[in-house]
């Protein structure tokens, strides 16, 4: 395995609702990213931390944030949740720092989220 | 046009065949490139990278063509247990990382 967890594995939330999705990566890797993965879709890219600091965001809205711990854990939070959220949220570490871009990325299992 | 595109699948074969997967990717400043394996309900795993210079391991080669923004993926004497989502990841330098959408393959007995 990874040794890459996150928690919750399932979460439902209703429409309007914010969520805190969280992520625990291995001993070392200062780097995580957090990704949305719609189902019968590749994961597409939220956002990138490094040493605490955020440093690179796909195309998601202000809403979707995160934070990152110096003890290697992570969060995403989601505010005034909508349907179309609904997804398999993956983090992902990385060992070495950002902007190595031949870095291996080790996935969590995933939560999934379903808004109703 | 998506930056990264995926042949669609599902792609339906015997055991034993050969099957490739094709992917392309619009931004020429893309520097890695990467094939992951996803199974029904699980997070990626890396399958391998790959390389200019073309790479291999076990059954799997993987091909890049720069020139015209190509990676490529074979998989030769297919088992039951390659049966996944096939995803194509491009890095374009730091953090920003493109997944297609994927390709399915399911092996048949």
């Known amino acids: 395995e990874t040794g890459v967890t996150q928690s919750p594995t399932h979460l439902i939330k209703t429409r309007g609702q914010q969520v805190t999705l969280r992520c625990s990566s291995q001993?070392?890797?200062?780097?995580v990213s957090w990704y949305q993965q719609a189902l019968g879709q590749g994961p597409q890219f939220i956002f990138q931390y490094y040493r605490e600091e955020e440093n690179g965001r796909g195309n998601f809205p202000p809403r979707f944030s995160g934070l990152q711990f110096p003890n290697y854990s992570s969060e995403l939070n989601v505010n005034a949740l909508e349907l179309d959220d609904s997804a398999l949220y993956l983090c992902?570490?990385?060992?070495?720092?950002?902007?190595?871009?031949?870095?291996?990325?080790?996935f969590g299992p995933g939560t999934r989220l379903t808004v109703l | 046009r998506k930056e990264v595109e995926q042949d669609p699948g599902p792609f339906n074969v015997p055991e034993g065949a050969t099957v490739a997967f094709n992917c392309t990717y619009s931004?020429?400043?893309?520097?890695?490139f990467f094939w992951y394996r996803q199974d029904c309900r699980k997070e990626p795993k890396l399958l391998m990278s790959?390389?200019?210079s073309g790479n291999e391991d076990g059954r799997f080669t993987a091909q890049l063509n720069r020139a015209s923004q190509y990676i490529s993926l074979l998989i030769r004497d297919s088992k039951l247990s390659d049966s996944a989502t096939y995803l194509c990841?491009?890095?374009?330098?730091?953090?920003?990382?493109?997944f297609g959408a994927g390709t399915r393959l399911f092996v048949k007995a």
């Open positions: 001993s070392g890797h200062n780097t």
């Open positions: 931004n020429s400043a893309s520097q890695s």
């Open positions: 790959v390389y200019s």
């Open positions: 990841v491009v890095k374009t330098g730091g953090f920003k990382t493109i």
């Open positions: 992902a570490s990385s060992p070495r720092g950002a902007g190595t871009s031949t870095d291996t990325q080790y």
